[in-house]
């Protein structure tokens, strides 16, 4: 099959064919219709998140099942679907408690097995990590939900338990804070968004952002909201921001971590003080289980929301090792990249 492979951390990613992955006896084969072209795979090329070499990247993506283990018994060949980033094992006890994004025991294609730059990708435990996909929600948009979407409508609605009504202060519009910014104007929240790029504030003003600024000030964010907002979100990954995002909290506000915090940040400090007298709660998000996932496309089906609308570019499977090495420079536009097949 055709795939996508980088042999060593930094090489170029080349479009070769490889063996088609076995079917796992409790899984699916999924022949890939789409894939998302995420920062999470630049991060694993980069040798920020150690990966088995060589590698095939991808982990958003949706397509048909081609291949069913012996073991599975609630999906069939030609089931269009899709799936977390993270599959977790479906026994532990944080599986059978509906939060496989934390499974100790997980698995993530791209990551720790080949992933969906492929013909063909492996899911494990079907039953438990495969989502069916409704006819409404298309290949294309159901490639962008796996990680960027579906990690920012976990943060939002289960994490900081965003309400209507509520002010969410986005940091970073890449693809997961513009997922937060679409989604928290969906929710009803009134959405401030940060980032320095003109081009991606005016991509969330387009997204349902109701201010943009260039940088995050908790002055003009407290003089903005009367006292500070109710949710904030770093989509980035920096110490600096999380401070700032702290700093810009009212009291008993939430804040949710999800940019991955690397290198030096990975132990960024916090404003303890802060955190205490002002009760403030400190949440990270990693992703989201499939049981969560018909809630959320049930949003997309009824056209409360439209992740479609945050896929800047579609390109060939092809060319999607060039856009991920696009990735080590700033991004010329706001929005996710979809490789197609």
Do not use: K
């Amino acid at each position: 099959m055709r795939a996508i492979v980088y042999t060593e951390v930094g090489a170029e990613p080349r479009l070769t064919d490889v063996p088609e992955p076995e079917c796992p006896d409790d899984g699916v084969l999924v022949a890939v219709r789409a894939t998302g072209v995420c920062r999470s795979d630049w991060h694993a090329w980069r040798g920020h998140d150690p990966v088995p070499l060589p590698n095939i990247p991808g982990h958003e993506f949706a397509g048909v099942v081609a291949a069913a283990g012996p073991g599975v018994r609630g999906f069939r060949v030609g089931d269009r679907v899709t799936a977390p980033f993270v599959n977790g094992c479906g026994r532990c006890a944080w599986c059978e408690t509906g939060q496989a994004q934390v499974c100790p025991d997980q698995t993530q294609p791209g990551f720790t097995h080949p992933g969906s730059f492929a013909e063909l990708v492996a899911v494990r435990a079907a039953d438990f990590n495969l989502v069916r996909l409704p006819e409404a929600v298309d290949f294309v948009t159901a490639a962008g939900l796996g990680c960027r979407f579906a990690t920012a409508y976990h943060a939002l609605t289960a994490q900081s338990r965003l309400l209507a009504g509520e002010w969410l202060l986005v940091v970073g519009c890449g693809g997961v804070g513009l997922s937060a910014v679409l989604l928290g104007e969906a929710l009803g929240a009134r959405v401030i968004a940060v980032d320095p790029s003109a081009a991606a504030r005016e991509r969330a003003t387009g997204l349902g952002a109701e201010v943009t600024l260039a940088n995050a000030d908790p002055d003009a964010v407290r003089d903005l909201t009367g006292g500070g907002a109710h949710v904030t979100m770093d989509a980035l990954g920096s110490g600096q921001v999380v401070d700032a995002a702290l700093r810009s909290l009212r009291p008993r506000g939430r804040h949710v971590q999800v940019g991955l915090m690397l290198g030096e940040q990975a132990s960024a400090p916090l404003p303890w003080g802060l955190v205490v007298a002002r009760e403030l709660v400190v949440a990270g998000s990693h992703g989201m289980a499939a049981a969560d996932y018909p809630a959320m496309l049930q949003l997309i089906a009824d056209g409360t929301v439209n992740p479609g609308r945050l896929v800047g570019r579609v390109v060939g499977l092809d060319r999607a090792g060039i856009e991920l090495m696009a990735m080590d420079a700033p991004a010329p536009s706001a929005g996710i990249t979809v490789a197609t097949l």
